[in-house]
Nanobody, 125 residues
């Protein structure tokens, strides 16, 4: 199982920014696979926030974060990022990095098989 380690969470006021990082094992984000950021709050299902298909670079965002969040990757650093700007209180949650193998559907949460431990983001009004 691939280890994914998130960092960069914290507490910010509404309108602020955070950048989350997801470090993977060497070479893991090369090749064709889905990489994604998800978030979850207690009592609710895990929500897909942003995904990138490494084979083509295709990116997808949840409607709630379009125009505010940006997913990117740095193959040399084996790291996937989520830049979050104009944060809102409703962005609060535990953010997880995840990966799905080649052939998976990037927009289907259950296709993701490797998950990090999560990093907490809290946005106050």
């Amino acid at each position: 199982q691939v280890q994914l380690v998130e960092s960069g969470g914290g507490s910010v006021q509404a309108g602020g920014s955070l950048r989350l990082s997801c470090a993977a094992a060497s070479g893991y984000i090369d090749g064709s696979k889905c990489l994604g950021w998800f978030r979850q709050v207690p009592g609710k299902e895990r929500e897909r926030v942003a995904t990138i298909y490494t084979g083509t670079g295709t990116i997808s965002y949840a409607d709630s974060v379009k125009g505010r969040f940006t997913i990117s990757r740095d193959n040399a650093k084996n790291t996937v990022y989520l830049q979050m700007n104009s944060l809102k209180p409703e962005d609060t949650g535990m953010y997880y990095c995840a990966a799905a193998k080649y052939g998976s559907r990037c927009y289907v949460t259950s296709d993701y098989t490797d998950w990090g431990q999560g990093t907490q983001v809290t946005v106050s009004s």
